[in-house]
Protein backbone atom coordinates (compact mmCIF):
# COMPACT_ATOMS: atom_id res chain seq x y z
CA UNK A 1 0.00 0.00 0.00
CA UNK A 2 2.94 2.28 0.65
CA UNK A 3 3.75 1.99 -3.10
CA UNK A 4 -0.33 2.60 -4.31
CA UNK A 5 0.34 5.85 -2.29
CA UNK A 6 3.45 6.75 -3.72
CA UNK A 7 2.17 6.23 -7.01
CA UNK A 8 -1.11 8.40 -6.10
CA UNK A 9 0.90 10.73 -4.51
CA UNK A 10 2.60 11.34 -8.31
CA UNK A 11 -0.75 11.47 -9.99
CA UNK A 12 -2.41 14.02 -7.85
CA UNK A 13 0.01 16.42 -7.16
CA UNK A 14 -2.70 18.59 -5.53
CA UNK A 15 -3.31 16.34 -2.94
CA UNK A 16 -1.25 16.01 0.28
CA UNK A 17 -0.30 12.82 1.13
CA UNK A 18 0.43 11.89 5.21
CA UNK A 19 1.64 8.41 6.41
CA UNK A 20 1.49 8.20 10.42
CA UNK A 21 2.15 5.26 12.27
CA UNK A 22 -0.81 4.70 14.49
CA UNK A 23 0.83 3.36 17.89
CA UNK A 24 3.26 6.93 17.36
CA UNK A 25 -0.02 9.47 17.74
CA UNK A 26 -2.56 7.40 19.91
CA UNK A 27 -4.06 10.60 20.59
CA UNK A 28 -4.99 11.04 16.62
CA UNK A 29 -5.99 7.13 16.65
CA UNK A 30 -8.18 7.30 19.44
CA UNK A 31 -9.82 10.37 18.43
CA UNK A 32 -10.57 9.09 14.14
CA UNK A 33 -11.51 5.60 16.17
CA UNK A 34 -8.26 3.61 14.44
CA UNK A 35 -8.78 -0.06 14.56
CA UNK A 36 -7.32 -1.61 12.27
CA UNK A 37 -4.40 -0.92 10.08
CA UNK A 38 -4.10 0.39 7.14
CA UNK A 39 -6.41 3.42 7.79
CA UNK A 40 -6.59 5.79 5.34
CA UNK A 41 -8.53 9.36 6.30
CA UNK A 42 -9.40 11.85 3.43
CA UNK A 43 -9.61 15.78 4.96
CA UNK A 44 -11.06 18.20 3.07
CA UNK A 45 -11.04 22.09 4.12
CA UNK A 46 -10.14 20.55 7.83
CA UNK A 47 -12.72 17.95 7.93
CA UNK A 48 -12.45 14.41 7.51
CA UNK A 49 -15.11 13.86 4.45
CA UNK A 50 -13.82 9.75 4.42
CA UNK A 51 -11.77 6.80 5.37
CA UNK A 52 -11.46 3.16 4.11
CA UNK A 53 -10.04 0.62 6.44
CA UNK A 54 -7.49 -1.69 5.04
CA UNK A 55 -5.54 -2.80 2.40
CA UNK A 56 -7.68 -2.42 -0.70
CA UNK A 57 -6.08 -1.05 -3.56
CA UNK A 58 -8.54 -0.45 -5.91
CA UNK A 59 -11.15 1.27 -3.67
CA UNK A 60 -8.14 3.61 -2.09
CA UNK A 61 -7.36 4.41 -6.23
CA UNK A 62 -10.99 5.31 -6.18
CA UNK A 63 -11.80 7.24 -3.25
CA UNK A 64 -8.72 9.67 -4.23
CA UNK A 65 -9.69 10.17 -7.81
CA UNK A 66 -13.50 10.93 -6.76
CA UNK A 67 -12.24 13.26 -4.17
CA UNK A 68 -9.73 14.94 -6.57
CA UNK A 69 -11.82 15.32 -9.05
CA UNK A 70 -14.37 16.90 -6.49
CA UNK A 71 -11.86 19.24 -4.91
CA UNK A 72 -11.75 21.87 -7.99
CA UNK A 73 -15.83 22.28 -7.75
CA UNK A 74 -16.97 25.80 -6.45
CA UNK A 75 -18.70 26.03 -3.65
CA UNK A 76 -21.70 26.86 -5.32
CA UNK A 77 -22.42 23.15 -5.95
CA UNK A 78 -22.87 22.64 -2.44
CA UNK A 79 -26.58 22.18 -2.59
CA UNK A 80 -26.18 19.33 -5.93
CA UNK A 81 -23.36 17.60 -3.48
CA UNK A 82 -26.04 17.17 -0.77
CA UNK A 83 -28.79 16.26 -3.08
CA UNK A 84 -26.27 13.59 -4.58
CA UNK A 85 -25.94 12.38 -1.16
CA UNK A 86 -29.78 12.02 -0.35
CA UNK A 87 -30.16 10.35 -3.26
CA UNK A 88 -27.59 7.78 -2.35
CA UNK A 89 -28.80 7.46 0.98
CA UNK A 90 -32.17 6.62 -0.18
CA UNK A 91 -31.17 4.04 -2.36
CA UNK A 92 -28.83 2.41 0.43
CA UNK A 93 -31.72 2.44 2.85
CA UNK A 94 -33.66 1.00 0.25
CA UNK A 95 -31.41 -1.71 -0.77
CA UNK A 96 -33.12 -4.66 1.02
CA UNK A 97 -36.34 -4.71 2.67
CA UNK A 98 -34.42 -4.76 6.11
CA UNK A 99 -31.39 -2.92 6.39
CA UNK A 100 -28.84 -2.35 8.81
CA UNK A 101 -26.06 0.43 9.01
CA UNK A 102 -23.74 -0.79 11.55
CA UNK A 103 -20.62 -0.73 12.53
CA UNK A 104 -18.43 -3.63 10.89
CA UNK A 105 -20.33 -6.54 9.45
CA UNK A 106 -22.73 -9.02 10.74
CA UNK A 107 -19.95 -11.66 11.03
CA UNK A 108 -17.43 -9.18 12.33
CA UNK A 109 -19.01 -6.08 14.40
CA UNK A 110 -16.83 -3.36 15.22
CA UNK A 111 -18.78 -2.19 18.39
CA UNK A 112 -20.86 -3.70 21.41
CA UNK A 113 -24.00 -2.24 20.37
CA UNK A 114 -24.03 -3.54 16.74
CA UNK A 115 -23.29 -6.83 17.99
CA UNK A 116 -26.21 -7.22 19.95
CA UNK A 117 -28.43 -5.77 17.25
CA UNK A 118 -27.01 -8.33 14.83
CA UNK A 119 -27.20 -11.09 17.44
CA UNK A 120 -31.21 -10.10 18.15
CA UNK A 121 -31.83 -10.27 14.29
CA UNK A 122 -30.55 -13.68 14.21
CA UNK A 123 -32.11 -14.60 16.98
CA UNK A 124 -35.37 -14.49 15.41
CA UNK A 125 -34.75 -15.40 11.74
CA UNK A 126 -34.75 -11.95 10.41
CA UNK A 127 -33.38 -11.49 6.83
CA UNK A 128 -31.47 -8.17 6.64
CA UNK A 129 -28.94 -6.87 4.52
CA UNK A 130 -26.17 -4.63 6.14
CA UNK A 131 -23.23 -1.46 5.38
CA UNK A 132 -21.02 -1.03 7.23
CA UNK A 133 -20.70 3.24 8.12
CA UNK A 134 -16.50 2.75 8.92
CA UNK A 135 -16.41 2.09 5.24
CA UNK A 136 -17.80 5.76 3.89
CA UNK A 137 -17.75 8.97 5.90
CA UNK A 138 -19.84 10.65 3.71
CA UNK A 139 -22.41 7.96 4.24
CA UNK A 140 -21.82 7.75 7.99
CA UNK A 141 -22.22 11.51 9.17
CA UNK A 142 -24.82 12.03 6.43
CA UNK A 143 -27.23 9.30 7.48
CA UNK A 144 -27.46 10.78 11.19
CA UNK A 145 -28.82 13.89 9.61
CA UNK A 146 -31.14 12.40 7.15
CA UNK A 147 -32.66 10.54 9.57
CA UNK A 148 -32.49 12.62 12.34
CA UNK A 149 -31.00 9.90 14.28
CA UNK A 150 -27.36 10.56 16.05
CA UNK A 151 -26.20 7.48 16.70
CA UNK A 152 -25.85 3.31 15.22
CA UNK A 153 -26.44 1.30 14.67
CA UNK A 154 -29.88 2.22 12.83
CA UNK A 155 -32.30 -0.43 10.95
CA UNK A 156 -34.61 0.05 8.49
CA UNK A 157 -37.58 -1.69 6.73
CA UNK A 158 -38.87 -0.62 3.76
CA UNK A 159 -36.97 2.28 3.51
CA UNK A 160 -38.58 3.47 7.16
CA UNK A 161 -36.03 3.97 10.39
CA UNK A 162 -37.21 1.57 12.84
CA UNK A 163 -34.51 2.97 15.07
CA UNK A 164 -31.44 1.81 17.19
CA UNK A 165 -30.54 -0.64 19.25
CA UNK A 166 -32.66 -0.04 22.77
CA UNK A 167 -35.94 0.49 20.23
CA UNK A 168 -35.17 -2.90 18.36
CA UNK A 169 -35.03 -4.26 22.09
CA UNK A 170 -38.75 -2.73 22.93
CA UNK A 171 -39.69 -4.04 19.92
CA UNK A 172 -38.68 -7.71 20.90
CA UNK A 173 -40.20 -7.60 24.92
CA UNK A 174 -43.16 -6.46 23.18
CA UNK A 175 -43.35 -9.45 20.55
CA UNK A 176 -43.48 -6.79 17.89
CA UNK A 177 -40.10 -6.90 15.91
CA UNK A 178 -41.41 -10.71 14.28
CA UNK A 179 -44.32 -8.53 12.94
CA UNK A 180 -42.29 -5.39 11.84
CA UNK A 181 -39.31 -7.17 10.34
CA UNK A 182 -39.14 -9.66 7.52
CA UNK A 183 -38.31 -13.28 8.09
CA UNK A 184 -35.48 -15.19 6.12
CA UNK A 185 -36.53 -16.36 3.19
CA UNK A 186 -35.60 -20.34 2.41
CA UNK A 187 -32.12 -20.01 0.31
CA UNK A 188 -34.59 -21.78 -2.58
CA UNK A 189 -36.49 -19.20 -2.66
CA UNK A 190 -34.52 -16.34 -2.57
CA UNK A 191 -32.00 -17.74 -5.67
CA UNK A 192 -35.28 -18.45 -7.49
CA UNK A 193 -36.40 -14.81 -6.95
CA UNK A 194 -32.65 -13.62 -7.75
CA UNK A 195 -32.31 -15.54 -11.12
CA UNK A 196 -36.04 -14.02 -12.32
CA UNK A 197 -34.68 -9.89 -11.13
CA UNK A 198 -34.16 -9.09 -14.51
CA UNK A 199 -35.03 -10.80 -18.13
CA UNK A 200 -31.50 -11.30 -18.59
CA UNK A 201 -29.84 -11.81 -15.05
CA UNK A 202 -25.66 -12.16 -14.87
CA UNK A 203 -24.17 -13.77 -11.71
CA UNK A 204 -20.31 -12.82 -11.30
CA UNK A 205 -17.20 -11.66 -9.36
CA UNK A 206 -17.49 -7.88 -8.68
CA UNK A 207 -20.51 -5.66 -10.77
CA UNK A 208 -20.38 -4.36 -14.48
CA UNK A 209 -18.43 -0.96 -13.30
CA UNK A 210 -15.44 -3.23 -12.32
CA UNK A 211 -15.29 -6.76 -12.93
CA UNK A 212 -13.12 -8.88 -10.51
CA UNK A 213 -12.03 -12.05 -12.34
CA UNK A 214 -11.08 -12.37 -15.77
CA UNK A 215 -13.94 -14.49 -16.85
CA UNK A 216 -16.65 -12.00 -15.41
CA UNK A 217 -14.74 -9.26 -17.29
CA UNK A 218 -15.09 -11.35 -20.48
CA UNK A 219 -18.36 -12.22 -20.65
CA UNK A 220 -19.51 -8.59 -19.77
CA UNK A 221 -17.88 -7.30 -22.52
CA UNK A 222 -19.46 -10.08 -25.15
CA UNK A 223 -22.80 -9.17 -23.88
CA UNK A 224 -22.23 -5.20 -23.82
CA UNK A 225 -21.54 -6.04 -27.55
CA UNK A 226 -25.21 -7.10 -27.95
CA UNK A 227 -26.84 -4.10 -26.68
CA UNK A 228 -28.91 -5.87 -24.75
CA UNK A 229 -29.77 -4.72 -21.45
CA UNK A 230 -28.96 -6.66 -17.69
CA UNK A 231 -28.67 -6.68 -14.67
CA UNK A 232 -25.63 -7.94 -12.26
CA UNK A 233 -25.18 -9.84 -8.78
CA UNK A 234 -21.68 -9.92 -7.35
CA UNK A 235 -21.10 -13.28 -5.50
CA UNK A 236 -18.24 -11.98 -3.36
CA UNK A 237 -20.75 -9.68 -1.30
CA UNK A 238 -22.95 -12.77 -0.56
CA UNK A 239 -21.24 -16.03 0.27
CA UNK A 240 -25.16 -18.10 0.71
CA UNK A 241 -25.66 -16.83 -2.60
CA UNK A 242 -22.05 -17.91 -4.22
CA UNK A 243 -22.50 -21.55 -2.48
CA UNK A 244 -26.29 -22.13 -3.05
CA UNK A 245 -26.77 -21.35 -6.58
CA UNK A 246 -23.71 -23.67 -7.72
CA UNK A 247 -25.90 -26.58 -6.04
CA UNK A 248 -29.29 -25.08 -7.20
CA UNK A 249 -28.22 -24.86 -10.92
CA UNK A 250 -25.52 -27.97 -10.67
CA UNK A 251 -22.88 -25.51 -11.94
CA UNK A 252 -19.86 -25.13 -9.98
CA UNK A 253 -18.23 -22.07 -11.57
CA UNK A 254 -18.93 -18.36 -12.03
CA UNK A 255 -19.90 -16.75 -13.94
CA UNK A 256 -23.46 -18.11 -14.84
CA UNK A 257 -25.83 -16.35 -17.10
CA UNK A 258 -29.40 -16.87 -16.58
CA UNK A 259 -32.20 -15.95 -19.47
CA UNK A 260 -35.86 -15.56 -18.25
CA UNK A 261 -34.94 -17.70 -15.26
CA UNK A 262 -32.97 -20.57 -16.98
CA UNK A 263 -29.46 -21.18 -17.31
CA UNK A 264 -27.50 -20.59 -19.89
CA UNK A 265 -23.94 -21.47 -18.72
CA UNK A 266 -20.39 -19.73 -18.11
CA UNK A 267 -18.08 -17.65 -20.66
CA UNK A 268 -16.89 -20.72 -22.89
CA UNK A 269 -20.86 -21.55 -23.66
CA UNK A 270 -21.54 -17.62 -24.11
CA UNK A 271 -18.54 -17.46 -26.46
CA UNK A 272 -19.84 -21.17 -28.03
CA UNK A 273 -23.31 -19.34 -28.52
CA UNK A 274 -21.69 -15.45 -29.43
CA UNK A 275 -19.70 -17.21 -32.50
CA UNK A 276 -22.70 -19.33 -33.97
CA UNK A 277 -24.90 -16.11 -34.17
CA UNK A 278 -27.32 -17.83 -31.23
CA UNK A 279 -26.41 -15.21 -28.62
CA UNK A 280 -28.65 -12.50 -29.34
CA UNK A 281 -31.76 -14.70 -29.88
CA UNK A 282 -31.45 -16.37 -26.73
CA UNK A 283 -30.73 -13.28 -25.25
CA UNK A 284 -34.02 -11.24 -26.69
CA UNK A 285 -35.59 -14.60 -25.34
CA UNK A 286 -36.15 -15.61 -29.05
CA UNK A 287 -35.07 -19.46 -28.31
Keep these: MNEVMAALAKEHTQVTFVKLEAEAVPEVSEKY ?42 AGSNDSVKEDLNVRLKRLINAAPCMLFMKGSPKEPRCGFSKQMVEILNKHGISFSSFDIFSDEEVRQGLKTYSNWPTYPQLYVAGELIGGLDIVKELEASGELDTVCPKAQKLEDRLKILINKAPVMLFMKGSKQMAKCGFSKQIIEIINSTGVDYETFDILEDEEVRQGLKTYSNWPTYPQLYVKGELVGGVDIVKELKESGELLPILKGEN
Design 33 to 74: EISSVPTFLFFKNSQKVDRLDGAHAPELTKKVQRHASSSSVS
